[in-house]
T-cell receptor
């Protein structure tokens, strides 16, 4: 399985961009990178995913390096409600199907 | 509204008792998943099912059992063989193995063993 490495915690000022890094140096060619976030004691919420190209949606942007060994989630204008644990996940495809393996995540704290 | 419903939200159990957590989805999703989360930790995969009447062990399946008799239901039984069952349990679903889209989560069930 491709594993991901994220910083344990990060801080960001409200209104500023939050840039959350993720290393996935053992990722395979057919494995997607997903980002989810989890507000305390709730179910995780999907943010964005990508394979090779950079992606953008209404929540965030995902920048994947050309060698696909790392990626960055960008929240362009962080708000207090963006305070959460952010998980970078690689989708593993096996003969029995696919699954998402979560790591420890990054605790993002947005400060006023 | 479409979504995933987990019940109960909170559950207390005595040591040595089995307990079953319910997970129901009305999203017409083929694949369903069970994760466990301990305080301050990430999610760990217990079991997953890509289709009715079929399921696979995840990373921490010991002490747990599942069934997938209906597409919309994927109950998880925490057996007495699970040595440390107190945790937050999350159920999820998506369209299936070939789908690369979003994984939808329920709100979780918090199990406490007394």
């Amino acid at each position: 399985d491709a594993k991901t490495t994220q910083p344990t915690s990060m801080d960001c000022a409200e209104g500023r961009a939050a840039n959350l890094p993720c290393n996935h140096s053992t990722i395979s060619g057919n494995e997607y990178v997903y980002w989810y976030r989890q507000i305390h004691s709730q179910g995780p919420q999907y943010i964005i995913h990508g394979l090779k190209n950079n992606e953008t949606n209404e929540m965030a942007s995902l920048i994947i390096t050309e060698d696909r060994k790392s990626s960055t989630l960008i929240l362009p204008h962080a708000t207090l409600r963006d305070t959460a644990v952010y998980y970078c996940i690689v989708r593993v495809v096996e003969t029995s199907g696919s699954r998402l393996t979560f790591g420890e995540g990054t605790q993002l704290t947005v400060n006023p | 509204d479409g979504g995933i419903t987990q019940s109960p939200k909170y559950l207390f159990r005595k040591e040595g008792q089995n307990v079953t957590l319910s997970c129901e989805q009305n999203l017409n999703h083929d694949a369903m998943y069970w994760y466990r989360q301990d305080p301050g930790q990430g999610l760990r995969l217990i079991y997953y099912s890509q289709i009715v009447n079929d399921f696979q062990k995840g990373d921490i399946a010991e002490g747990y059992s599942v069934s997938r008799e209906k597409k919309e239901s994927f109950p998880l039984t925490v057996t007495s063989a699970q040595k440390n069952p107190t945790a937050f349990y999350l159920c999820a679903s998506n369209k299936g193995a070939s789908n690369t889209g979003e994984l939808f989560f329920g709100e979780g069930s918090r199990l406490t063993v007394l």
